[in-house]
T-cell receptor, first 111, second 117 residues
């Protein structure tokens, strides 16, 4: 399973853009990059998934460079309710479907 | 997105008893489900992979005789914590895998808080 490295924590203010970068140097060809959000005492919630280049949905954007050794989750105009732990996971391809969670990034949004 | 449910959402049991937790995929079929455990202030730890119609695959260090997993149908997996002890108190989370256009997405349940007294 490809190992991921993320910052332990990030602080932001309401209305700002938050960018979380995840390193995954040994990502395999079949691996996808998936980000989850978790609030206390809840299961992780899927945010976005990508394989290469840029992916955007209604809540976030995911930027993946050509070498795919890192990725950046971008949360536009965060609010207090975006305070949570964000996990970057690599895997999920047909040959490696187990997702292993790293430490995650605790994002704290302040008023 | 797809929905995964867990039952119960929380349970308190006495030491030495067994507890069963159910995980259901509500609007899709899941041949593979996963069980995780999460202690306070820590990340999720994968315990086992549950395969429909076959034996579960346990991660290293997880006792298969203590954490019994049954995946009897394409929408239901159960985790039974046998002879529970206070150190088994934790937040148990399941997930179900759905294949979409060659990629796989995992959807997580809301979790079950187990407290062993």
């Amino acid at each position: 399973l490809a190992k991921t490295t993320q910052p332990i924590s990030m602080d932001s203010y309401e209305g700002q853009e938050v960018n979380i970068t995840c390193s995954h140097n040994n990502i395999a060809t079949n691996d996808y990059i998936t980000w989850y959000q978790q609030f206390p005492s809840q299961g992780p919630r899927f945010i976005i998934q990508g394989y290469k280049t840029k992916v955007t949905n209604e809540v976030a954007s995911l930027f993946i460079p050509a070498d795919r050794k890192s990725s950046t989750l971008s949360l536009p105009r965060v609010s207090l309710s975006d305070t949570a732990v964000y996990y970057c996971l690599v895997g999920g391809g047909s040959n490696d479907y187990k997702l292993s969670f790293g430490a995650g990034t605790t994002v704290t949004v302040r008023a | 997105g797809a929905v995964v449910s867990q039952h119960p959402s929380w349970v308190i049991c006495k030491s030495g008893t067994s507890v069963k937790i159910e995980c259901r995929s509500l609007d899709f079929q899941a041949t593979t489900m996963f069980w995780y455990r999460q202690f306070p202030k820590q990340s999720l730890m994968l315990m086992a992979t549950s395969n429909e119609g076959s034996k579960a695959t346990y991660e290293q260090g997880v006792e298969k005789d203590k954490f019994l997993i049954n995946h009897a149908s394409l929408t239901l997996s159960t985790l039974t914590v046998t002879s529970a002890h206070p150190e088994d108190s934790s937040f148990y989370i399941c997930s179900a895998r759905e294949e979409l256009a060659g990629a796989y997405e995992q959807y997580f349940g809301p979790g079950t808080r187990l407290t062993v007294t």
